[in-house]
T-cell receptor
Framework: NAGVTQTPKFQVLKTGQSMTLQCAQDMNHEYMSWYRQDPGMGLRLIHYSVGAGITDQGEVPNGYNVSRSTTEDFPLRLLSAAPSQTSVYFC??????????????FGPGTRLTVL | GQQVMQIPQYQHVQEGEDFTTYCNSSTTLSNIQWYKQRPGGHPVFLIQLVKSGEVKKQKRLTFQFGEAKKNSSLHITATQTTDVGTYFCALGGTYKYIFGTGTRLKVLA
């Protein structure tokens, strides 16, 4: 099993550009989420999905869109990149909801710089 | 968004010394998780605590969940250089987790 994979590993964008960060998992997990990590801020939840076709907002959703057409994939779209979106982005997946036993498996991350 | 403070923010210890990090919530939790992130790496799950007053051990690591299910601690006995990294708690709600700000541990050989 590859676990959780993310592409690209690094990306540089100009302000106003759009792009999609890819995330895929091969563990048949229902629950997937996107976090951003900034220095001194820990990980903050952007969006999450409890299954194919179902998504919801996390703590910091503005400027990002998600969709979940399959169980395996959960792409994150930046609509119009801003310097404030410079961060490291992690995708995670798990078997179930936060109320259950729910080890989250994280991908290796995408380091994004917006100029 | 909500931020959960972990104490301390940084900790430098000599190899062989003990280390403890604390995580506090203002609300009662359904569960709490702990993760470790090595420099340049991604978070890796360590443990999940569910029951009030629960104590779990993994070799030199001891995890506690408070009686009121509002706080937790991670204690490392006799630190080693391999313990270097940032330790995060993650507070479990119904559908999502809120991560703490983390405690960065440096171990001096």
């Amino acid at each position: 099993n590859a676990g959780v994979t993310q592409t690209p590993k690094f990306q540089v964008l100009k302000t106003g550009q759009s792009m999609t960060l890819q995330c895929a998992q091969d563990m048949n997990h229902e629950y997937m989420s996107w976090y951003r990590q900034d220095p001194g801020m820990g990980l903050r939840l952007i969006h999450y999905s409890v299954g194919a076709g179902i998504t919801d907002q996390g703590e910091v959703p503005n400027g990002y869109n998600v969709s979940r057409s399959t169980t395996e994939d959960f792409p994150l779209r930046l609509l119009s990149a801003a310097p404030s979106q410079t961060s490291v982005y992690f995708c995670a997946s798990s078997w179930g909801l936060a109320g259950d036993y729910n080890e989250q498996f994280f991908g290796p991350g995408t380091r994004l710089t917006v100029l | 968004g909500q931020q959960v403070m972990q104490i301390p923010q940084y900790q430098h210890v000599q190899e062989g010394e003990d280390f403890t990090t604390y995580c506090n919530s203002s609300t009662t939790l359904s569960n709490i998780q702990w993760y470790k992130q090595r420099p340049g790496g991604h978070p890796v799950f360590l443990i999940q605590l569910v029951k009030s007053g629960e104590v779990k051990k993994q070799k030199r690591l001891t995890f506690q969940f408070g009686e009121a299910k509002k706080n937790s601690s991670l204690h490392i006995t006799a630190t080693q250089t391999t313990d270097v990294g940032t330790y995060f708690c993650a507070l479990g709600g119904t559908y999502k987790y809120i991560f703490g700000t983390g405690t960065r541990l440096k171990v001096l050989a």
